[in-house]
Antibody, heavy 123, light 105 residues
Framework: QVQLVQSGAEVKKPGASVKVSCKASGYTFRNYGFTWVRQAPGQGLQWLGWISVYYGNSKYADQFQGRVSMTTDTSTNTAYMELRNLRSDDTAIYYC????????????????WGQGTLVTVSS | SYDLTQPPSVSVSPRQTATITCSGDNLGRKFVYWYQQKPGQSPVMVIWQDSRRPSGIPDRFSGSNSGNTATLTIIGTQPTDEADYYCQAWDTTVVFGGGTKLTVL
């Protein structure tokens, strides 16, 4: 069965970086992509970006351009999301979710989600 | 930027029909997705491409999309359906609605 297992909770100081991992199993890793979504405490869902495992290209939400990087490692079936120059309002649960890999990657929706990684930014 | 508007809350009695709306400019021309999120859990996709149900999702969940409004309908709502529901669409970026808290009482 498809599983996405994320790394554990992180506590970071303002200005630092965080890198969250998402290890996939139960399907052919290269045939999909990953979307990253976050949820601030008591708030709704916010999209950060997407990466194609197959092609290696990515698309980031405008508000995170320059601060976020998404990568994948096909040798370990793991996706990564790094967010730099953290601020207190980056405190949130960060989710990875499986999505498509091609130019219409968004059309399949986000069918499997990781369990979430709580990132706390505090001085 | 493109906005999706959902009612903050909807209440329904058990075994009745719950309707959650999602509004956006010409939304009917886009695919809409619905996610269910229970407290402390990750979101789960319950409807994709307007009306398609993923494997394992009960058939009491259905979706439609026309004009400026997409609708998630739950027929015969169960207490276990109590959750937050988010609509989502694509408009050069992924857009989520603000979420609707469904209360079953």
């Amino acid at each position: 069965q498809v599983q996405l297992v994320q790394s554990g909770a992180e506590v970071k100081k303002p200005g630092a970086s965080v890198k969250v991992s998402c290890k996939a199993s139960g399907y052919t890793f290269r045939n999909y992509g990953f979307t990253w979504v976050r949820q601030a405490p008591g708030q709704g869902l916010q999209w950060l970006g997407w990466i194609s495992v197959y092609y290696g290209n990515s698309k980031y939400a405008d508000q995170f351009q320059g601060r976020v990087s998404m990568t994948t490692d096909t040798s370990t079936n793991t996706a990564y999301m790094e967010l730099r120059n953290l601020r207190s309002d980056d405190t949130a649960i960060y989710y990875c979710a499986r999505s498509g890999y091609s130019s219409t990657w968004y059309e399949m929706g986000f069918d499997f989600w990781g369990q979430g990684t709580l990132v706390t930014v505090s001085s | 930027s493109y906005d999706l508007t959902q009612p903050p809350s909807v209440s329904v009695s058990p075994r009745q029909t719950a309707t959650i709306t999602c509004s956006g400019d010409n939304l009917g021309r886009k695919f809409v997705y619905w996610y269910q999120q229970k407290p402390g859990q990750s979101p789960v996709m319950v409807i994709w491409q307007d009306s398609r149900r993923p494997s394992g999702i009960p058939d009491r969940f259905s979706g439609s999309n026309s004009g400026n409004t997409a609708t998630l309908t739950i027929i015969g709502t169960q207490p276990t359906d109590e959750a937050d529901y988010y609509c989502q669409a694509w408009d050069t970026t992924v857009v989520f609605g603000g979420g609707t808290k469904l209360t079953v009482l």
